[in-house]
């Protein structure tokens, strides 16, 4: 790959102003590099390889399937569906620190495009792909609209049931593009959302706009990882396959990993790089320690909820339990999650990377971004070992090959 394509790539996942941070020259330099107008000196292509792109050559020859990552986050799907062989040839995630970090630990050629806001993306400019993955965040669907426009003798279908909605955005790529098979992931309240109108809409457009055969379940990360999380997976194909959620293979969740798997072993085996340990044993830093204040806070907090007889106040645990949500607010207090560190130290948050582990992310997984970006992060990805055990039973039914050989 020459120094001009690498020049592109970056600028796929970076702003002109980030590149030329991180390369040490002008945003105009890196401009007139991209429009072919100035030559870049040797050394351009190794500094954007180490300050920029994830280790290794973008993949290249022949993918068991091709798949587009829509509400991408982190990439947490992606991993998933890489695993079984898949290659992804189209991103869309709007936010720009979640693009840094997906950016940091995917590495595409010419042939992947990242696209942000998909509200703003035409469909036909989606490439060609067999599966479809969106962890589409939820909103209403107004049935007030709905009839509104059919008073006015508008086309009836999804697009009038959930214009406006991300979902719509979803729906309409499907529409165009007729992918093999989906996999949408959302959280398990959809279901009971607006009464239950939200799901119900969801899934009749899947089954009888789209077209699509379709099974739904909720699967708590509990069978993987030491946190209770439940989420609702809905998985389309496009013809008759023989899926069954009976064929899922999930660990017993008895027998589920507990948090001291997840926790800094603190004994000097965790990598010394790492910012959120220190010391020759890698013991977590004291800034993860909850002050004085925000403790006694929470205290109170719990305390006077409890009297009311209403809420959870804070969720103190430690290596021999499994942890609660974590959620995208944990940046704020940590609260759900606090590692109980004895009587005589207030308890702790999780760092970033004990975050990453609960999420079933691998210890290569890189952090570029700050802790209240990375927490945000992983408490909006999915539990990677979750999306895996249902990517692996979907790639067998794909038939990719089949397919490639009657066009
Ligand atoms: C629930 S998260 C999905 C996380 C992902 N499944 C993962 O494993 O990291 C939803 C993501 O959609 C992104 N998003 C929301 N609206 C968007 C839009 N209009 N265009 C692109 N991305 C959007 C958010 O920034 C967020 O990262």
Known sequence: MDTYELIDIALQRFSPKEVATALGVDPKTVRRWHARESEPKPYVADAIRQRLLPFGEPPSGPAAFRFIDLFAGIGGMRIAFEKQGGRCVFT?????????????????????????????????????????????????????????????????????????TLFFDV??????????????????????????????TIIDVLRNELGYHV??????????????????????????VDFSWENLELPPIESGPKLDSILHREDGTDPAEWHCIEGARGKVTPK?????????????????????????GFGLVSGKDTARTLSARYYKDGSEILIDQGRRKNPRRLTP???ARLMGFEDSFRIPVSDTRAYKQFGNSVVVPVISSVAELMAPLLDVEAERKAA
């Not at 806001?117 to 669907?141: M, R, S």
């Not at 099974?215 to 708590?220: F, G, R, S």
């Open 171 to 200: 729906a309409r790529i499907i529409a165009a593009k007729q992918p093999k098979a989906f996999l949408l992931e959302n959280v398990k309240n959809l279901i009971s959302h607006d009464k239950g109108r939200t799901f119900s």
């Open 92 to 164: 869309s995630e709007w936010d720009d620190y979640a693009r840094k970090t997906y950016a940091a630990n995917f590495h595409d050629g010419a042939e992947h495009t990242f696209a942000g806001d998909i509200t703003q993306v035409h469909e036909d400019n989606v490439p060609d792909h067999d599966v479809l993955l969106a962890g589409f965040p939820c909103q209403p669907f107004s049935i007030a609209g709905v009839s509104k426009k059919n008073a006015l003798g508008r086309p009836h279908g999804f697009a009038d049931k959930t214009q406006g």
């Open 288 to 312: 993860y320690t909850l002050s004085e204040k925000l403790w006694v806070y929470l205290q109170n907090y719990a305390a006077e909820h409890r009297r009311k007889g209403n809420g959870f």
């Open 215 to 240: 099974w739904h379940k909720v699967i708590n990360g509990k069978h993987f990882v030491p946190q209770n999380r439940e989420r609702i997976i809905i998985v389309g194909f496009r013809d008759p």
């Open 353 to 355: 990377r004990e975050c």
